[in-house]
C-alpha cells in the first residue's frame, strides 16, 4: 500500500466542522483512499472510502483532490464524542487485502 | 450487519502461561481474518493473515510458534499467546472479510491482554 501523511494531531470545537488532511502522493490508479477511526481501546472502525470522487455519507465527506495526492475527510458539525485518532489508509481492492496502518491524527473535539 | 466479536475483552494472565483470544464474525462468513497488535500510543501493527482451512502468513518478526492462529471454520479464528511475558502485553485486535462486501474489513472490538 502506498503511504500516507497525515498531521500528528489537531484540535476541533465542539459544533464546528473537523478538516482532516492527508497527503498520498504516491498513490497508484487502482488505490482507494480509505477512512478508519479508533476511539481510545476500541477497534477500528470505517467512516468512509473513494477512489475519485468526493463521497458522503452519514458519517462524513471525503473530498479527493483532482490528481489525487490529497484528500481531506469533513467531519460536519464535530461532537465530544468524535475523540479519536483518524486513520488514512491507502489500498487496492483485492479481497481479502490488509489495510497498512500509519500515525494517524489524534483530534480532539473540545466543548 | 458486518459485526465481529472478540472475547475475552480483557485478560490477565501470569508469566509462562497460554492465553487464547476468539475472533468470531456473527452475521457472515469470513473467508479471512486479520490478527493485529497495539502498544500504548502507537498505531495497529499486522501480526498475521488467516484465510479459513489453511495456516496463516506471518508478518516478518512475529514468531509462529508463539503467536499461534488457528482459523477452523468461516466464523471463528483464534490467537494463542503461548507461554507469555510481560512484553506481549497489548492490545489484540482482529479484523475479518468476506460477506457481500468482500473488500472491507471489519474490526473486533479488541482484547487487552496483560502478563503479569
Known amino acids: 500500500d502506498a503511504k500516507t501523511t497525515q498531521p500528528t494531531s489537531m484540535d476541533c470545537a465542539e459544533g464546528r466542522a473537523a478538516n482532516l488532511p492527508c497527503n498520498h502522493s504516491t498513490i497508484s490508479g487502482n488505490e482507494y483512499v480509505y477512512w478508519y477511526r479508533q476511539i481510545h481501546s476500541q477497534g477500528p472502525q470505517y467512516i468512509i472510502h473513494g477512489l475519485k470522487n468526493n463521497e458522503t455519507n452519514e458519517m462524513a465527506s471525503l473530498i479527493i483532490t483532482e490528481d489525487r495526492k490529497s484528500s481531506t475527510l469533513i467531519l460536519p458539525h464535530a461532537t465530544l464524542r468524535d475523540t479519536a485518532v483518524y486513520y488514512c489508509i491507502v489500498r487496492v481492492h483485492n479481497a481479502g487485502n490488509m489495510l497498512t496502518f500509519g500515525g494517524g491524527t489524534r483530534l480532539m473535539v473540545k466543548p | 450487519g458486518a459485526v465481529v466479536s472478540q472475547h475475552p475483552s480483557r485478560v490477565i494472565c501470569k508469566s509462562g502461561t497460554s492465553v487464547k483470544i476468539e475472533c468470531r464474525s456473527l452475521?457472515?462468513?469470513?473467508?479471512?481474518m486479520f490478527w493485529y497488535r497495539q502498544f500504548p500510543k502507537q498505531s495497529l501493527m499486522l501480526m498475521a493473515t488467516?484465510?479459513?482451512?489453511?495456516?496463516?502468513?506471518?508478518e516478518q518478526g512475529v514468531e509462529k510458534d508463539k503467536f499461534l492462529i488457528n482459523h477452523a471454520s468461516l466464523t471463528l479464528s483464534t490467537l494463542t499467546v503461548t507461554s507469555a511475558h510481560p512484553e506481549d502485553s497489548s492490545f489484540y485486535i482482529c479484523?475479518?472479510?468476506?460477506?457481500?462486501?468482500?473488500?472491507?474489513?471489519?474490526f473486533g472490538p479488541g482484547t487487552r491482554l496483560t502478563v503479569t
Open positions: 488467516s484465510n479459513e482451512g489453511s495456516k496463516a502468513t506471518y
Open positions: 452475521d457472515f462468513q469470513a473467508t479471512t
Open positions: 479484523s475479518a472479510t468476506g460477506g457481500s462486501a468482500p473488500y472491507e474489513q471489519y
